[in-house]
């Protein structure tokens, strides 16, 4: 290993020297009382069983670039057996058991940048031993930040387990999810009338594997950031290939991260949380979506996070995108919000968003659109529904964007999905309506200047410095993220 930095935490009671790799040196922060970090943890699943395994996630708030922390958790052994303690990052850590306390130091390795925000900090998996209540507290916590400043938190934060004995089941709960029904267009039912649901067997919560289901891991559903449970497990089950509408409330959220929150489906034959969408009702803490075959379904809440954007304008919504499965990363913990954006990437990210299906592909004649490339499903989805034209003959699709291109394929998608006007204008529009617009409505292009109008009428983009828009220059990845979160606001 040559790792050049390594950054530990000690305290009196504690040292760690052993456990630091070779050719790492270790930094003692400064205490600085003006951090204002803490800490909590995440929801834990709603019953637990002898003989069950469960993990548990702490999770670190307000957080501003830090690199390194040290927590001081107090469980029963005689109760739980932990069997790993992991952070939520990759970096080097360091466990050690002190009786009933468990110690566990984790830090950013290299020269990664420090993370701020809402994080998953580290997970705890434990064995449950005997049934009963238990109580796990945090007792102390420390954060250290990129200028090695630090800051500890000594208060009892407290998770409560209700444990059964094995075996020990119980029964299904009532249907609690409102199902919406599709009426036919030719049929208005009176207001007060109930219209059966046909297609529909049942929907109801199912508690029974609810235990195994909701600890199912984002890592083990193939997904980079954090899953866990902000609601009921519920089984639907259909009598016929219809989809309906089924509204769930939303349970054990903050307010504060309701952007994280997504149905998801599970895929019982890879055991996998498969992404479905979902619209949030924040003023009645429920999420509506589209059930399109039987099975279990769930709402979650999905945290990813870039290390890159701390600190980034965009900070906000990429991480927004990013819950909704569009934002997707160019590494591990890197988006790269300053990089270009490739005019088939941004392709792609309108049609994730829009949940546009696969296309048969055998039409596509584009040469610079080869198959077998990852962009070629795509193209030919994006060609289907008119988003993206051929440029004499050719598509482009690995050619940076630029911001007028963005935006007409942006309103093509828009008006294709609200049934509007398309944009394209067929007549070349005079200097004197180029002007309403930009200071630089010169430099627009004829064939872009209505779709610029139009997204700016939307309040989709806005001029850049002083009132100018650059027509010409490259699209970023963060400026493709904003104008989709800001057109899906109109869907």
Do not use: C
């Not at 299904?172 to 409102?178: D, L, R």
């Not at 992404?275 to 990813?304: C, H, P």
């Not at 394929?409 to 004197?432: E, F, I, N």
């Amino acid at each position: 290993m040559n790792w050049k930095k390594v950054v530990l935490l000690v305290t009196a009671t504690m040292t760690l020297l052993a456990a630091i790799p070779a050719h790492g040196s270790l930094a003692v922060a400064v205490a600085a009382s003006d951090l204002q970090a803490d800490a909590e943890w995440g929801a834990a699943p709603t019953e637990l069983r002898v003989g069950d395994t469960v993990t548990l996630a702490l999770k670190g708030m307000r957080l501003s670039n830090l690199i390194a922390f040290e927590a001081f958790v107090e469980i029963d052994p005689v109760q739980l057996a932990l069997v790993e303690a992991k952070a939520g990052w990759h970096g080097f850590d360091a466990l050690q058991e002190e009786g009933t306390v468990l110690h566990f130091a984790s830090t950013l390795l290299g020269k990664q940048a420090g993370v701020s925000g809402i994080r998953t900090l580290s997970e705890f998996k434990f064995k449950i031993k005997q049934a009963g209540d238990i109580t796990l507290k945090l007792k102390k916590i420390i954060f250290v930040d990129s200028s090695f400043r630090s800051v500890a938190i000594e208060k009892d934060i407290e998770l409560h387990l209700s444990i059964v004995n094995s075996g020990t089941t119980t029964p299904e709960a009532p249907v609690t999810p409102i199902l919406t029904p599709p009426v036919s267009p030719s049929v208005t039912p009176a207001p007060s009338a109930v219209v059966p649901n046909t297609q529909v067997m049942r929907v109801v919560v199912n508690q029974e594997k609810a235990d195994e289901y909701l600890r199912i891991t984002a890592s083990q559903s193939g997904l980079p950031g954090t899953l866990r449970p902000a609601g009921e497990l519920v089984d639907v089950q259909f009598t016929a290939n219809e989809s309906t509408e089924i509204v769930l409330p939303v349970k054990n959220v903050d307010s504060k991260d309701t952007h994280m929150l997504g149905v998801y489906f599970l895929d019982t034959n890879s055991h996998k949380w498969v992404y479905v969408g979902g619209k949030l009702d924040k003023d009645r803490m429920e999420m509506s979506f589209e059930a399109k075959q039987s099975g279990m379904y769930a709402i979650m809440a999905y945290d990813r996070s870039f290390l890159d954007v701390s600190g980034h304008w965009a900070r906000a919504l990429i991480e927004q995108m990013a819950a909704k499965h569009i934002a997707q990363g160019t590494g591990m913990d890197a988006f790269e919000p300053d990089a270009a954006v490739s005019r088939a990437s941004f392709a792609a990210f309108l049609v994730r968003s829009l949940g546009m299906t696969s296309q048969d592909m055998s039409a596509l004649s584009f040469p610079d659109v080869k198959e077998g490339t990852w962009f070629y499903p795509v193209i030919a989805t994006a060609i289907h529904h008119d988003i993206i034209d051929g440029d004499s003959g050719t598509i482009r699709p690995e050619e940076p964007i630029t911001r007028e291109e963005m935006i007409v394929m942006l309103m093509h998608a828009y008006s294709k999905v609200q049934g509007k006007v398309d944009p394209r204008p067929s007549t070349v529009v005079g200097s004197q309506e180029r002007e309403s617009a930009f200071d630089d409505a010169g430099d627009i292009a004829a064939w872009s200047l209505a779709a610029v109008k139009q997204a700016r009428a939307l309040d989709i983009i806005e001029g850049a410095e002083s009132n100018r828009f650059f027509p010409k220059e490259k699209a970023t990845r963060a400026e493709s993220m904003a104008v989709i979160l800001r057109l899906l606001a109109h869907m």
